[in-house]
């Protein structure tokens, strides 16, 4: 069972990027321990990496069904957090930021509770040659460079200004395409079929029409005839929108019907096709207003993203990180 240090921190995109940080182990406890990485003076040792690869996959599975190039991904990501965690909690000493106690007991109450006992946790720490000051230095630390990441985030917040100027220049990504709903019946054929089955399956076709038009109702004519998994809907897609529907001459078969409409037999790949429309909307712009909460997300997200990046490369200036660990080409963590 791994220990957690993560303490809370509900920002929602600050969050994403502290993936369940691990504990780094002093030196002395894995004395004999490969180094994997150094971020100035600090060591990161392979068992550092096992504990943080326990996060990513449970070590049974990562040691059995996981192939070989995914084990390389996951420690090369597993790394990159090790040393991006070091990086924040060096920037948030800088940056004179205090660790919350009361977090850092949560968390503790939080392996107690996942253990079982303090006692089996005692045990569990022991094992591993940690003690209950190593690891509530370890919370602190990470609970430091959440910390920094929530500052990052409010840091990246958008205007309304920032919000309107973006949707004024990108009007295309918010055209709402016209939609139909539409009811569908598929008399399949082979494509490889001969034309006499071709002709058989288009009388049976013509035939269905014949009931609809003479009033029989659609939706049990698709129940009882229609050969794709929209029968048991009575043939109802719901709304489909213009450029979706596929292939294209069903697309402008069924744009081309008015509502209550009911197409002709329609021949393609797949078969014949018999259509019915039901209500139209026509397409437009989505208004601003309509956006704005989605836009602001999407907006905040990619300029926590872009500051987030910014920092960690000057913060690598400042503290040279130094990769020892054998990765794949190309996937040098750094």
Not at 38 to 64: C, K, M, N, Q
Not at 199 to 206: C, I, R, S, T, V
Not at 227 to 236: A, H, L, Q, R
């Amino acid at each position: 069972m791994t220990l957690i240090t993560k303490t809370r921190f509900c920002s929602l995109w600050a969050s994403a990027f502290l993936i369940m940080v691990v504990p780094m182990i002093t030196a002395s406890a894995y004395a004999a321990e490969k180094t994997v990485a150094r971020v100035g003076d600090t060591v990161i040792t392979e068992a550092d990496l096992r504990d943080a690869l326990d996060r990513y996959v449970p070590s049974g599975a990562f040691h059995g069904s996981i192939d070989r190039s995914q084990k390389d991904e996951y420690r090369v990501a597993a790394l990159n957090d090790i040393i991006e965690t070091e990086l924040l909690y060096r920037e948030a000493r800088k940056r004179d930021i205090k660790p919350s106690e009361e977090a850092v007991e949560a968390v503790i109450q939080q392996n107690i509770k996942q253990f079982g006992s303090e006692e089996k946790m005692n045990k569990a720490m022991e094992q591993r040659g940690f003690t209950l000051d190593i690891l509530r230095d370890q919370i602190r630390k990470h609970d430091m460079a959440a910390a920094v990441l929530k500052e990052l985030a409010a840091q990246s917040t958008c205007t309304d200004e920032e919000l309107q100027k973006y949707y004024e220049e990108n009007r295309a990504k918010y055209r709402r395409p016209d939609a139909l709903h539409l009811y569908h019946i598929l008399i399949k054929v082979d494509p490889g079929a001969s034309e006499d089955v071709w002709q058989e399956k288009k009388k049976l076709a013509e035939q269905l029409l014949e009931k609809i038009r003479a009033g029989e109702d659609f939706g049990i004519i698709a129940y009882q005839y229609s050969e794709d998994p929209y029968k048991f809907k009575s043939g109802d897609l719901g709304f489909v929108h213009r450029g979706r529907l596929s292939p294209q001459e069903l697309e402008e078969a069924a744009f081309s019907l008015k509502e209550g409409e009911v197409s002709g037999v329609i021949r393609t790949i797949h078969g014949f096709h018999i259509l019915k429309a039901g209500e139209k909307e026509v397409g437009g712009t989505k208004s601003f207003e309509e956006v704005k909460s989605r836009l602001r997300k999407e907006l905040e997200k990619a300029r926590y993203e872009e500051n987030k990046k910014a920092l960690i490369e000057r913060l690598k200036k400042e503290y040279p990180v130094e990769i020892s660990l054998e990765l794949p080409q190309g996937n040098n963590g750094r």
